[in-house]
């Protein structure tokens, strides 16, 4: 029983580890939803995260259907929520826009992705 303990409690630091070494800030959800259909131009993008997040060295930027950079740069973490990234977005015209983000969890992991949503009048 004691040489059990023992082996336990050497390798309980290391289990810890392992289990903080797989931990990343993946997307949670969105406002607007990845690949969703609004109606009305929303004022802006809200992404929420499975991680805090480093605010200084992520990014969220949007995109018009030619490649334009068309949020206003605004880029800020919810003091609230360290997992809520937002961006404010100028008045939308009906058509498709890109999300594109890339975050640095505190865990210091860094993922990134994109998705699609569309503007109908």
Do not use: C
Not at 31 to 57: D, I, K, M, N
């Amino acid at each position: 029983m004691k040489r059990s303990l023992l082996m336990l409690l050497a390798f309980a630091p290391a289990m810890m580890f392992v289990s903080r070494a797989g931990a990343h800030a993946f997307l949670d959800h969105a406002t607007p939803a990845v690949g969703s259909v609004v109606h009305g131009a929303p004022a802006q993008v809200r992404l929420w995260f499975t991680q805090e997040l480093e605010p200084a060295f992520s990014s969220v930027r949007v995109f018009d259907r030619s490649g334009k950079q068309i949020d206003k740069g605004n880029l800020q973490l919810d003091r609230a929520d360290a997992t809520l990234l937002q961006v404010s977005l100028p008045q939308l015209a009906p058509g498709t826009y890109r999300v594109a983000w890339r975050v640095l969890s505190v865990d210091t992991h860094v993922t990134e992705g994109d998705f699609t949503f569309d503007v109908v009048p």
